[in-house]
């Protein structure tokens, strides 16, 4: 049987970056990743919109607020060291109405408690000198955003892993884990031991930690967000992104307008829950995502409570005029003639607990030796190696 140190459950950017942290702290551990796909980044942290957040939406005091300015600055500062190509250009967050102003204060007073580096108020002028196509009545800029490739800084990490002995088990189901004096991870290939394991499984997080014996709450509620790209311009439509103001009461930021690291511009994307934890395409089903999502109490109170937002985001997933129209709000050169054929999808692993609250906080727990990291959404790319940093924290801790 091998025995290692630590086993890292999942190769996504926050398992490789929980990886790391262990390798920085604990050069001489011999350490694990167990991957069921073939390669790193297969699931959210390669199907994301590439955006490295600035921290301004988060709650002030919450480990997202804290851990997403910190994380942002660490990425850029690997993305340095490792030559990823990278670019902080900015974003606005613009308001089209009058109706959407004490919204925007409410952003606005939480990214300064959150000291989100250089975000300010803009007014209309202001909107189209940052970004001439985009329109609005106020705005908050945070030049600090920027964009990224996040598969390729898992891939980095990867090589820093591997120079240092890290061994990867790619293509290797985790079916348990159990807890005694070392844990025992068992996976379709065989039994991998560990002194200490930690999951960082996205999608599949509440699974694995119900089988470790952990609370079945949170479970996991997947929604695909769709992604249309734009043909390629002279000059691209947007120098960085423009968002709209968020709706308060949803973990989503709405249809966006962002420009990726390698130069095509986006719209999206879109939140729709789906039939499927890797439904990237609208024909994917599975049976056991189906059945997780149809008998978890917490589906049906966020389908009685969102049922208005659910009907908008069906007619933005199932018609490309309103979803540009969408956009048009505040990027009025945007018609169906800025459309290309492609489009992109990812699924996010939202957290739900059984009183059907849309869990918003990065969250982890432990029980043992093992430690499940239960909600890593958004901005959990960006936050990485912070995350991993307040994960390997609370372990060492005890
Ligand atoms: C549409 C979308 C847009 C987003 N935009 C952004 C953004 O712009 N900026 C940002 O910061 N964040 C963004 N996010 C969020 C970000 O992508 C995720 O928070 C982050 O990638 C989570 O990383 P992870 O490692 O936890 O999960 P994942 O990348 O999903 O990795 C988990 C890994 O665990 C593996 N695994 C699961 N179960 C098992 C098992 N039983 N055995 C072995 N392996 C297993 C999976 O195969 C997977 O590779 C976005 C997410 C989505 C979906």
Known sequence: MTKFDVVVVGAGIVGLAVAREVLIRRPAATIAVVEKEPRVAVHQTGHNSGVVHGGIYYEPGSLKARLCVEGAALMYEFAEQHAIPFERCGKLIVAVDAAELPRLDALEQRGQANRVPGLRRVGAAEIR????????????HAPNTGIIDYPAVARAIEGELRAEGVEFFFDTTVTGISDGVSCTVGTDAGPIVGQQVIVCAGLWSDRLARRSGADASPRIVPFRGVYLELAATAEPVVRGMVYPVPDPTLPFLGVHVTKHIDGHVMLGPTAMLVPSRDGYLFRTMRGR??????????????????WRTGIEEIRLATSKRAYVAAAARYVPSLTMDSLARGFHSGVRAQAVDRAGTLLDDFAISRSGAVAHVRNAPSPAATSAFSLARELVDRIEAN
Do not use: M
Request: charge should be negative; aromatic fraction near 14%; charged fraction near 25%.
């Open 129 to 140: 000198d940052i970004e001439p196509n985009a329109t609005g009545i106020a705005a908050l």
């Open 289 to 306: 995502d189906i059945w997780d999502t149809a008998t978890w109490p917490g589906t049906w109170k966020i389908a009685r409570k969102f």
